[in-house]
């Protein structure tokens, strides 16, 4: 995984650590591509370290992965859940006490128990430099299963359990002393609802969660005391009462939820992420501590194939006291409103919003939920609240400024504004300590609007010259890794190039496949370290539409030196329409350090590349900087198939090529099945990718799929490229009407770097549901020769929407007859399912004989015959 290391957020006065692909972020617990928090300090930026910290990785019950992240200075202690599928990571229970993290996984089928990391990984790679401070900011110092007051102060045994439950599940539990609030070990029992702890004389509060797999999930609470005997506790799941935010929109529903108990010392309980699990939770009246409800809710219905157009991004906290009723009433005309538009640089798909409401306890978890790209997202938020958000797709992710906005209308913002390019000023961090040259930028993809991006498939390299000759070059790095390279001793002048690389074929991000960046600096020996201020420049284009292409008529760029304390200075602007083989200048108008400038677009134009240079006039550092495919043209929009060299590819198949029934899956249940193509090219393979959709390559009905495929050489110039799929159809789906044809596309790269094959429609496949016929009825019965027999069943296909199945409305259906003393069916008739899937026939019976309903399979069900019905003519 990708190490990302904390940066100055704006709006908050604390550091933070945010990644692109599963959106790490410092403090974070990832649950359903959500990411707990907890509040830190206000810290000045540290500069770059010189090797990334270490991981701790653990494999949590259910097969998911919990890796935990350190800190720097006063940032807090990271940790994410990454599916083991690439699914969603599913619903956790979650407990963050002293320097301890438990999670316990509940929205997936099967057993599971609870999974403890420490917060405070070591490494030999952090001695010798500043490490994590050790500590959630708030939490209580005190070692985890301490006991207050002196060694010799006596204890008494504490059992736990859990009344008026039917449940057989693993549960976390916590205690703490009610005055102190210094927190003490229970010790569960493994699949039951009970635990042990031993504790001194005193006042406690006691809290567990518990849950299961499309069952209630529960947060109970229980006040008691201990004096000089055992204690038995029970928390009583029937008081328990439903907890959560109601809306006056009857067409939302909730789409992902955060509950959580929030302490005085700054600790919490509670759940987090997707899942249609209620939760309920225990009235209850403690002094300094919290319930907060966050709840994302969207339209009903809605996919993560097809967004809710809507969002109610919703906040709301019972302080001290969790009343009898806790669930909090909201009218949409007392929120606040306001529209975000997401813009992409390639194939229409879904993306992600997520955001957490900044609060006094601190913290909070992430919550998840697919917007349209490119599109316009509706927004109802609670006003007066301030959030933290982050936005993104695939493996992009900006950083949107935190928000607070008041009831009524308020003004709209725009994420994804081409061009992505390196941004700003102290963004990036270059530094000097003796002869070691710091440098760290990991804001690679950042919009034109401010957003602060990343783009976690990106990579880095850097070429060091001094005098005309190379002193030293790294490659392959990823783009958000810190990079340390070795100066010569004493004064010098040095060139350096940084060249940040992406995937320019991925079907959603076409655009700032290559940027680079190109300095000349003067730097001598230092004894402490020093900030070289490198100038970076910073670029927007007007006029560009949702997936940022510009039409025929001239677009206006508008460039931007950034020099951190100098005196910056533009000096030139180019552009290109042939991937950087000839620039053309801009004619430009503007002050020394923004200028402006017309570039004319012409109708076969794919993509616009964009360069310009300039100085700090302080320090004499000069800078040049280029986006290749800066946005796109007229014909951008297109996205046609590629194909450079000699690099082919064949015998793509999907599901070995099966129709992939999907059938009998419960909510959260995955089916997997494999996608495979051959790929040639005379220099050999250096890797593919594939997509599964539906619909239109350009503007696709829903995207299944899109990853890395494993080439494995067959010889020294084929390979064979092939991945696994997984695939929940309730969740990744959500929608009957996606059963059908499906498409593949297909690329791979050549190993000499310049052969590329783009297959955009290389294969198809069908997604089928389970069509099932009842069984026959004919009545009446025995009939006589020659009066009506009325023949009725039902036709239903697997949901999924629902579990179990649906009616499968207007599909033809025959009636068939088998006459008796005969083996062979007849076609009698052909009729047309109704709304509620019935078919039903009334005809004239002559002889004796069988009778049972067909259904012929088409792209979207398999076939179906129902059970015969037997009538005898008399």
């Not at 070429?463 to 990823?478: F, H, I, M, N, W």
């Not at 959603?508 to 940027?515: A, I, P």
Request: hydrophobic share 35%; charged share 20%; glycine share 12%.
């Amino acid at each position: 995984m990708t190490y990302t290391r904390g940066t100055g957020h704006t709006g908050r006065g604390r550091q933070m650590a945010r990644g692109a692909a599963a959106g790490t972020l410092t403090g974070a617990l990832v649950v359903a591509a959500g990411w707990l928090c907890p509040e830190a300090s206000a810290a000045p930026a540290a500069p770059a370290p010189e090797v990334p910290p270490a991981v701790t990785a653990t494999t949590l019950a259910d097969g998911d992965r919990l890796e935990v992240l350190p800190g720097e200075g006063a940032t807090q202690p990271g940790f994410r859940i990454v599916s083991q599928d690439g699914g969603p990571a599913g619903r956790y229970a979650y407990a963050l006490s002293g320097d301890e993290l438990t999670v316990l996984p509940t929205g997936r089928t099967g057993r599971t128990t609870p999974t403890r990391a420490d917060l405070e990984p070591r490494s030999e790679q952090t001695a010798g430099r500043p490490g994590p401070s050790g500590r959630l900011a708030g939490l209580s110092s005190a070692p985890r299963g301490g006991t207050a007051g002196s060694a010799a102060t006596a204890t008494y045994p504490v059992t736990f359990s859990v009344a008026n439950s039917l449940q057989d599940t693993s549960s976390i539990m916590r205690v703490w002393d009610s005055t102190t609030w210094q927190p003490y070990d229970v010790e569960p029992e493994q699949f039951a609802l009970r635990g042990t702890a031993s504790l001194p004389p005193g006042n406690y509060f006691a809290l567990t969660v518990y849950g299961g797999y499309n069952q209630p999930n529960y947060l109970l609470a229980k006040s008691f005391k201990v004096t000089s005997a055992a204690v038995k506790v029970a928390f009583d799941q029937a008081g328990a009462k439903e907890t959560g935010i109601r809306t006056d929109d009857g067409s939302v529903t909730r789409t992902t939820a955060a509950v959580s108990a929030s302490l005085p010392n700054g600790q919490s309980i509670g759940y987090a992420g997707s899942g249609r699990s209620k939760v309920f939770v225990t009235p209850f009246i403690a002094s300094g501590s919290a319930l907060r409800i966050h709840e994302v809710q969207g339209r009903k219905g809605a996919t993560p194939q097809r967004p809710s157009p809507v969002r109610y991004d919703l906040s709301h906290t019972f302080e001290r006291t969790v009343p009898a009723d806790p669930v909090a009433q909201v009218r949409q005309a007392d929120l606040a409103e306001t529209e975000l538009t997401v813009r992409g640089g390639g194939q229409y798909r879904s993306g992600f919003l997520q955001t957490v409401p900044n609060t006094p306890y601190g913290g909070g978890v992430y919550l998840s939920a697919p917007v349209p790209v490119a599109g316009f997202l509706t927004e109802y938020v609670t006003p007066g609240r301030a959030f933290s958000r982050i936005a993104g797709y695939g493996t992009h992710t900006f950083e949107l400024p935190d928000r607070t906005l008041q009831k009524g209308v308020n003004r709209g913002e725009s994420v994804g504004r081409a061009p992505y390019a390196p941004t700003g000023g102290k963004k990036y961090v270059a530094s000097r300590l003796r002869d070691d040259l710091n440098l760290y930028g990991p804001f690679s993809v950042s919009d034109s609007d401010g957003a602060f991006g990343r783009d976690a498939g990106a990579t880095q390299s850097y070429r060091l010259s001094a005098d005309g000759e190379t002193v030293t070059e790294v490659a392959g790095k990823p783009a958000q890794s810190p990079v340390s390279l070795k100066l010569p001793p004493g004064q010098g002048t040095y060139e350096l190039v940084r060249t940040v690389t992406r995937d320019g074929e991925t079907p959603f991000s076409r655009l700032s496949d290559k940027l680079i960046s190109e300095w000349s600096f003067t730097s001598g020996t230092t004894t402490t370290r020093t900030d070289l201020g490198l100038p970076d420049i910073g670029f927007r284009v007007s006029g560009l539409g949702l997936r940022n292409e510009t039409g025929p008529t001239p677009s206006r760029v508008i460039a931007t030196v950034n020099a951190p304390d100098g005196t910056p200075r533009l000096r030139g602007l180019e552009f290109s329409v042939d991937g950087g083989t000839t620039w053309t200048p801009i004619p430009v108008v503007g002050s020394s350090a923004t200028a402006e400038g017309e570039v004319p677009v012409t109708q076969n134009t794919r993509y616009v590349s964009l360069r310009a240079t300039g100085s700090d006039e302080r320090t004499g550092t000069t800078v040049r900087q280029t986006v290749s495919r800066a946005f796109a043209g007229p014909a951008g929009v297109t996205l046609p198939p590629r194909t450079a060299g000699a690099t082919a590819v064949s015998d793509v198949t999907v599901n070995e090529n099966k129709p992939l029934v999907l059938d009998g899956l419960a909510h959260g249940s995955s089916a997997m099945f494999p996608v495979q193509f051959t790929a040639t090219d005379p220099s050999g393979i250096a890797g593919g990718s594939f997509l599964l959709y539906q619909g239109a390559y350009n503007k696709p009905d829903a995207v299944l799929a899109d990853g890395t495929a494993h080439c494995r050489p067959v010889d020294a110039t084929t390979s064979t490229c092939s991945g696994l799929v997984s695939l929940a159809p309730h969740t990744d789906l959500g929608d009957n009407a996606l059963a059908g044809v499906w498409k593949v596309a297909v690329a791979a790269h050549a190993n000499d770097g310049q052969g590329v094959a783009d297959q955009q429609e290389a294969g198809a496949f069908r997604m089928m549901r389970k069509a099932v016929l009842a069984a026959a009825d004919a009545a009446p019965e025995p009939v006589t020769a020659g009066g009506d027999l009325t023949v009725t069943s039902r036709l239903t296909a697997s949901d999924w929407t629902d579990e179990g199945y649906a009616a499968y409305a207007g599909q033809p259906v025959t009636l068939q007859f088998r006459q008796t003393g005969t083996t062979a069916w007849s076609d009698v008739r052909t009729v047309t399912s109704g709304a509620d899937g019935s078919v039903t026939t009334t005809l004239r019976a002559w002889k004796n004989g069988d009778w049972r309903w067909a259904f012929a399979a088409n792209p979207a069900a398999t076939a179906a015959s129902s059970a015969a019905d037997h009538v005898e003519v008399k």
